[in-house]
């Protein structure tokens, strides 16, 4: 799975990854709901570190279209809000 962070590059990232991803979105969704700035914060740039821990740079010339786009580290929480669909960032 390609994975996007905007205004950063493209991660590969085995799709079992997912499943720890899935759990810090869900504190950036419940963060969103409550309007709680900080706990999105955090949650965020937990988001955004745990998939650049767990994934390899992809190659910065390749076309290779991204199957996940995620927001900047500086994304407003109101940015983040329009971001989300019913699975909140990341599907499943």
Do not use: C, K, W
Not at 25 to 52: H, K, N, P, S, Y
Not at 78 to 90: P, Y
């Amino acid at each position: 799975m390609i994975v996007r962070i905007l205004g950063e590059g493209q991660y590969d990232l085995a799709n079992d990854a997912l499943v720890a991803l899935n759990g810090l979105d869900e504190q950036i969704e419940t963060a969103i709901a409550a309007g709680d700035e900080e706990m999105f914060r955090t949650a965020l740039l937990g988001l955004l570190a745990a998939v650049r821990s767990s994934g390899t740079h992809h190659a910065e010339d390749s076309l290779d279209e991204s199957d996940l786009i995620l927001p900047p580290p500086d994304a407003t929480l109101d940015e983040v809000r329009e971001l989300l669909n019913e699975d909140g960032l990341i599907p499943g």
